[in-house]
């Protein structure tokens, strides 16, 4: 059965810091390219942090760049989403996607929502 599994949710006071994990079983995420998307309250989901299936490329939407960083563990078959210098607006479900193919890009994946494979989501909340 082919399933993602997002953990590491949880609740942060700004400023602080969150690490999201995407598990895949059923089937092995390299060369597949990955994303993290988010849905805030009130608002359509948008794509936050995408790689592509080599590892090589990443994309940040302008929201998050130079606080979170997306990277790929194929030993474990996990992909991760380090958030840093979280902020309030940062709060919402944070889902991960998969694309089995070597040729999506970081930016097509964040933006297409064409994935074939989401996780359940994972709920991360900033506040003070």
């Known amino acids: 059965q082919v399933q993602l599994v997002e953990s590491g949710g949880g609740s942060v006071q700004p400023g602080g810091s969150l690490r999201l994990s995407c598990t895949a079983s059923g089937f092995n995420l390299e060369n597949y390219a990955i994303g993290w998307f988010r849905r805030a309250p009130g608002k359509e989901r948008e794509g936050v942090s995408c790689i592509d299936g080599s590892g090589a490329g990443t994309y940040s939407t302008d929201s998050v760049k130079g606080r979170f960083t997306i990277s790929r563990d194929n030993a474990k078959n996990t992909v991760h989403l380090q958030m840093d210098s979280l902020k309030p607006e940062d709060t919402g479900v944070y889902y991960c996607?998969?694309?089995?193919?070597?040729?999506?890009?970081?930016?097509?994946?964040?933006?297409?929502?064409?994935?074939?494979?989401w996780g359940q989501g994972a709920q991360v909340t900033v506040s003070s």
């Open positions: 996607a998969a694309k089995g193919d070597v040729i999506t890009t970081p930016y097509y994946m964040c933006h297409a929502h064409t994935a074939p494979f």
